[in-house]
């Protein structure tokens, strides 16, 4: 890539959001970053019904507009649950074999991504995805003629991650995994949804990543210093040296003394 080229990023979103309305919420970031990235977002397959919301399920303004006008509306999902309690998880197949063939054209057009950006629901499956362009082998469907469908990727970034653990992705993602692909961790310490204790679950298995907390919540950090820091990070995540966008603070030392600190809320 010449220094002049755009890097490539694919983005997927959280539970109940859609590509349209993340990319939304990213227009802070996606000015940030105009002149050295290109965020592609896309919608997961999997299309939600009111039975597969959370009760606490934040309300968004396209939430409540009418699907059958407006696909900007349609809420969407990696994954769904098989069951009224949602302990049972389906689907995450279906949308390994969709991003399959989204990078495969890609590839065949001449366009690579340089990495991944996934929040929420879509960081867990962003973790997953990147595992798989590792090691492929893993999910035979996910292979073509035998190959990846695209060459392994040179950055991961996970906001409000987790590690999911129903069967299917503990046999491609877990502790005895090898993850090599230089990961940023964003975690939020008072995020209601994803605990830091969950999240780290997730950042544990990414040896070569780098963790950056905030006090908020579960949302992308937009405040100028964490666009500023993302937007580094993204153009060299080797580069150690980045400053972290939030001077540490007491709760980060006591939750772990290797990390340092550093909108849409979902449910995963």
């Not at 968004?60 to 994954?79: H, I, M, S, Y």
């Not at 049972?88 to 969709?98: A, R």
Request: with cysteine; hydrophobic share 40%; proline share 9%.
């Amino acid at each position: 890539m010449s220094s002049t080229a755009l890097k490539r990023i694919l983005v997927l979103h959280g539970y109940a959001q859609n590509g349209y309305i993340f990319s939304k919420r990213l227009s802070a970031l996606r000015k940030q970053c105009k002149s050295t990235v290109e965020f592609v977002f896309v919608d997961a397959p999997h299309v939600l019904q009111p039975e597969d919301l959370f009760d606490n399920e934040p309300s968004e303004p396209e939430a409540n507009a009418d699907p059958l006008k407006d696909p900007n509306a349609v809420l969407r999902g990696w994954w769904k649950f098989a069951d009224k309690d949602k302990t049972i998880s389906t689907g995450m197949e279906t949308s390994l074999v969709f991003l399959r063939d989204l990078l495969k054209e890609n590839v065949d057009d001449g366009k690579v991504f340089d990495g991944v950006f996934g929040f929420s629901q879509g960081a867990a499956m962003g973790a997953v995805l990147t595992t798989l362009l590792e090691d492929p082998s893993k999910f035979s469907e996910f292979l073509i003629d035998g190959e990846a469908p695209h060459p392994q990727l040179s950055l991961c970034v996970c906001v409000a991650g987790f590690l999911p653990t129903f069967p299917f992705s503990t046999s491609i993602l877990s502790p005895t995994s090898s993850f090599s692909t230089p990961t940023l961790h964003i975690c939020g310490l008072t995020d209601p949804i994803i605990p830091f204790a969950r999240a780290k679950l997730l950042t544990d298995v990414t040896p070569n990543g780098r963790i950056e907390t905030h006090d908020g919540g579960h949302f992308v950090p937009s405040k100028n210093p964490w666009r500023k820091f993302i937007a580094a990070w993204l153009k060299d995540p080797l580069n150690n040296e980045i400053p972290s966008p939030e001077a540490p603070s007491n709760a980060d030392t006591a939750l772990d003394p290797n990390c340092s600190t550093a909108e849409i809320s979902t449910n995963p």
